[in-house]
């Protein structure tokens, strides 16, 4: 699996839109992106994934760039509990393999009130 | 669905003491897996099973780590001779193969401390 780049953390004022960057520059064609997130001292929870286009749903918007070599996580209106460490992850899809996450060390978002 | 759940949420044990740790995935789904967070750290991954079998274990998992799933559905993770190394939150997470994105939903956590 490729690996990923992210800021250590980030600081947000409450009601603002979050943008949290992710390279991923050795990125594969049949791999996707993916974001978890966690809450401290919860398990992660998932939020989104992409392979080339831009996608939403009711948590948040991914942005991939077109060469794929990066994308940005968007919480279009920060609360409080959205502070937690976001992971962006890459891997295949689907398939035989395990599917196993592989997590880095993800970005502490810290919401401001 | 009442989502992965774990037993116990904390553990606290005495160096070279056995522990065992549960977790029931949401039912139905087939594949299970066990990752090991440490303080400041993403989690990683341990092992999985598909239905009750084993398919993959890493090189993290020593011998004195061993996981079971029995009947395809509760699995257990279990540690001998605990070390003072092997503190950290062990997560269960399970996913479906069916589709194509197999998503993880993860359990709260075990929280072990080995004094």
């Known amino acids: 699996d490729a690996k990923t780049t992210q800021p250590t953390s980030m600081d947000c004022a409450e009601g603002r839109a979050a943008n949290l960057p992710c390279n991923h520059s050795?990125?594969?064609?049949?791999?996707?992106v993916y974001w978890y997130r966690q809450i401290h001292s919860q398990g992660p929870q998932y939020i989104i994934h992409g392979l080339k286009n831009n996608e939403t749903n009711e948590m948040a918007s991914l942005i991939i760039t077109e060469d794929r070599k990066s994308s940005t996580l968007i919480l279009p209106h920060a609360t409080l509990r959205d502070t937690a460490v976001y992971y962006c992850?890459?891997?295949?899809?689907?398939?035989?393999?395990?599917?196993?996450?592989?997590f880095g060390t993800g970005t502490l978002l810290a919401v401001q009130p | 669905d009442t989502g992965v759940s774990q037993d116990p949420r904390h553990k606290i044990t005495k160096r070279g003491q056995n522990v065992t740790f549960r977790c029931d995935p949401i039912?139905?789904?087939?594949?299970l897996y066990w990752y090991r967070q440490t303080l400041g750290q993403g989690p990683e991954f341990l092992t999985y099973f598909q239905n009750e079998a084993q398919l993959e274990k890493s090189r993290l998992l020593s011998d004195r780590f061993s996981a079971e799933r029995p009947k395809g559905s509760f699995s257990t993770l279990e540690i001998q001779r605990t070390e003072q190394g092997d503190s950290a939150m062990y997560l269960c997470?399970?996913?479906?193969?069916?589709?194509?994105?197999?998503?993880?939903?993860f359990g709260p956590g075990t929280r072990l401390t080995v004094l």
């Open positions: 992850i890459v891997r295949e899809g689907y398939g035989g393999a395990t599917n196993k996450l592989i």
């Open positions: 050795t990125i594969s064609g049949n791999e996707y």
């Open positions: 997470a399970s996913s479906l193969t069916q589709g194509l994105y197999n998503e993880q939903f």
């Open positions: 039912s139905e789904h087939n594949r």
